[in-house]
């Protein structure tokens, strides 16, 4: 049963975080869409996609803490990425979501970051017989 909940959390959080890359890169092509206008909307754009990768982040880590494993944030994170990379390519029409703007960049790549870091620093859980809790110290401090 156990591995039947890790495989459907798994494939659930995959297509949650491909629904979520394709939201947020439409979302995020309006950065670039205005960032010829001036300096103040490049800082509100820069720290929009700022706060955005903290967001990012953070659902990444809460994948990872939801499933209680690793694979619960791989898993969304295969999605997000993938949803990305099939937008970064030329639409039918010729169109293109990412323009070459320094902002696309900023959150293509730290999107990529923000992904890894939460995967990486995901929640792990001890397995079945593994200590629970105690001193980590060990050596002639525990004989006394």
């Known amino acids: 049963m156990s591995s039947a909940v890790t ?3 798994f494939v659930l959080l995959l297509l949650t975080g491909a629904a979520l890359g394709v939201l947020s890169g439409f979302g995020m092509s309006w950065f670039s869409h ?10 509100g754009a820069v720290a929009g996609v700022l ?11 809460a994948a990872a803490w939801g499933s209680r494993r690793r694979s619960g944030a791989t898993g969304f994170a295969v999605g997000y990425v993938s949803s990305l990379l099939a ?3 030329y639409l039918p029409g010729g169109d293109i979501v990412f323009s070459a703007a320094a902002i696309n960049y900023l959150f293509l790549f730290g999107s ?10 995901g929640v ?21």
Do not use: H
């Not at 990529?112 to 620093?121: I, T, Y």
């Open 112 to 121: 990529m970051v923000a992904l890894a870091s939460g995967v990486m620093r």
């Open 87 to 89: 937008m970064i390519g």
């Open 51 to 61: 706060a955005f990768l903290v967001l990012l982040y953070a659902l990444v880590r």
């Open 7 to 9: 495989v459907l959390s």
């Open 124 to 144: 792990s859980f001890p397995g079945p017989g593994a200590p629970t809790g105690g001193s980590s110290v060990s050596g002639p401090e525990l004989q006394q």
């Open 34 to 43: 205005y960032w010829p206008v001036g300096a103040l909307v490049k800082a």
